[in-house]
């Protein structure tokens, strides 16, 4: 049973900085669906690229990884509704018909509304992106130009067809109903991100930031072995600029890999690029000095926090080299 993985793509360094609102790591699902007879429309919403199963197939046919509905004989189209794991501004939409090569939609329209109770039954829809002309198994990328915030989007394709994954790059909006409600402010979900890193030769710095525990060691940050003085790092922005009160550094499933030490630097920062950032960030004032880690912990800190106002960027220094699975920051927003 041959296995296709789908080719890899990278992503434009500008989406890079936002968040993918649909995923559903974050929680976002589908609330409603039109059809998914041949493959169900949840699966647009995975985190990992899509595959090709050459000789899998179930009770309605050909398996597919993505959502897929039945040929249309009659007139109109198809939709599905996703709700966000977050609300938040639509930046980019990513519509990927990777494998979807006879059977992909001929167009695609995207509206958007914001319903924070969940309640769509008097929502007014917005149009984010017109009906536009897709193509067999590709990424389409398309810019939206709202600055609306949104909860929920509806994806209509025509007629019919197949869809493998949906992206919905954005940036978060916290709903917050009570200031003093202790969150982790570097949380995918609530708007942290990547900004740079020396090196993620075995595993993504962004997966520090992702939700619960590692699943393995490759769900984690890993770099390659230092055969050079210094260390590594990585620089992440918080969602919200705040207060932090409690340190999570999890070595989960990193035995024989994991850091000797690791020390996080901090700072408060407006309206600065990403690149400037880089170079600043040697001279940031310690949030944590160097702690010994431990293989497979979870490291806490409180009584070791250094004291600062209030912070908006992180920089972690991992010495000399390895592996961290998670990076928590609890805090209130400042």
């Given amino acids: 049973m041959a296995t296709l993985f789908a080719p890899t793509f990278e992503i434009p360094a500008q989406l890079q900085q936002l968040t993918n609102l649909a995923d559903d790591r ?8 039109s059809d ?8 647009m919403l995975q985190f990992e690229a899509p595959i090709f199963v050459e000789d899998k197939f179930d009770d309605h046919g050909k398996w ?10 009659h007139a109109g189209y198809d939709w599905a509704i996703v709700q966000f794991g977050v609300a938040g501004k639509i930046k980019a939409l990513d519509i990927d018909t990777t494998f979807f090569s006879g059977n992909y939609p001929a167009s695609a329209l995207v509206e958007a509304c914001y319903a924070p109770n969940g309640d769509l039954s008097t929502v007014e829809w917005h149009q984010i992106l017109p009906n536009s002309i897709l193509g067999p198994s590709q990424h389409h990328l398309f810019d ?3 600055e609306q915030t949104f909860t929920h989007i509806r994806l209509n394709i025509f007629p019919d067809g197949g869809v493998a994954r949906l992206r919905v790059y954005g940036e978060v909006q916290i709903q917050v109903s009570n200031v003093s409600e202790t969150l982790d402010l570097l949380a995918l979900q609530n708007g942290g991100r990547v900004i740079a890193y020396s090196d993620a030769h075995f ?14 060691m490759g769900d984690g940050w890993e770099t390659k072995r230092r055969r050079a003085p210094g260390f590594d790092w990585c620089i992440l922005a918080l969602g919200k600029a705040g207060n932090i009160e409690k340190i999570e550094i999890d070595t989960a499933h990193f035995k024989g890999n994991y850091p000797a030490e690791v020390s996080i630097q901090a700072t408060y920062i407006e309206n600065a690029t990403d690149p400037q950032l880089i170079p600043q960030s040697m001279f940031w004032p310690f949030l944590l000095e160097a702690q010994a880690m431990q293989m497979d ?7 070791e926090i250094l004291k600062h106002e209030k912070i908006s960027h992180i920089r972690v220094n991992m010495i000399p080299d390895g592996g961290i699975s998670r990076i ?3 805090g209130k927003i400042a």
């Fill in 203 to 216: 595993g993504h710095p962004r997966n520090l930031i992702n939700p619960g525990r590692g699943i393995n």
């Fill in 36 to 43: 998914d007879f041949f493959a169900e429309a949840k699966r």
């Fill in 297 to 303: 912990h979870i490291h806490t800190f409180i009584t």
């Fill in 328 to 330: 928590r920051l609890w």
């Fill in 64 to 73: 597919m990884d993505g959502w897929e509905t039945r040929r249309k004989r």
């Fill in 144 to 146: 939206v130009q709202s």
């Fill in 26 to 33: 974050i929680g976002a699902k589908i609330i409603e669906c």
